[in-house]
């Protein structure tokens, strides 16, 4: 499905942690199996491998209308800042799994928009909550949501994109998000890992 494929070009991060999917670049497929491996290599040390299964997960429709995001003028952060509209009544969501959520980022001084949900007919992203697979900010701030809840996040440069730049997004910018919550899908464990037999 190519949106999701689009969408993710401001959230994803590649296996260095420093290259980004862009849109139109080619080999999306690719860099999300590659984004997939970096987050299994990452947990190597668990005991336990999970995939993001459970593909019979369906969103519920958005409560919500589209966000409004103000302009914050030379406001600085340095730390993330998590803040629920709404706490939503359904299940949970964890590092690990699919979230499946209406999303708008602007940047927080100047209130400019560079990505949105919302622009594309409504169409919702689907997106891996791990470290490695997005960027910090979202790993950090989307746990511990519920499906139906509206969350605000602010993400200082450290947890977005530091010091390089991204199609529209400056160095060292500030992200500001509004993300629905609308569905998960569970990382569902695929056994114990094999490790290397201690020595002796």
Not at 55 to 79: C, K, L, S, W, Y
Not at 90 to 103: L, P, R, S
Not at 131 to 141: D, F, H, M, T
């Amino acid at each position: 499905m190519t949106t999701p494929a689009r969408a993710t070009r401001f959230l994803a991060v590649g296996l260095t942690g420093a290259a980004l999917l862009f849109a139109g670049c080619g080999g999306d497929d690719d860099d999300k199996s590659s984004d997939t491996a970096a987050a299994a290599t990452s947990t190597a040390a668990s005991t336990t491998a999970t995939t993001p299964a459970d593909p019979a997960a369906t969103p519920i429709r958005n409560p919500f209308r589209r966000p409004v995001q103000p302009a914050h003028p030379g406001e600085r952060v340095d730390q993330l800042i998590v803040r629920d509209v709404k706490v939503g009544d359904g299940e949970e969501i964890a590092a690990g799994d699919t979230a499946i959520v209406d999303y708008y980022g602007t940047i927080y001084q100047t209130g400019r928009r560079f990505d949105s949900s919302w622009d594309r007919g409504r169409e919702p992203l689907e997106i891996r909550i791990d470290n490695g697979g997005v960027i910090a900010g979202w790993w950090q701030g989307i746990p511990g949501m519920r499906i139906g809840g509206r969350r605000t996040l602010v993400i200082p440069p450290a947890l977005g994109y530091g010091r390089q730049a991204n199609g529209g997004i400056p160095a060292n910018s500030t992200l500001f998000f509004t993300v629905d919550l609308l569905g998960i899908r569970r990382a569902q464990p695929t056994g114990p890992t094999s490790e290397a037999p201690a020595a002796g």
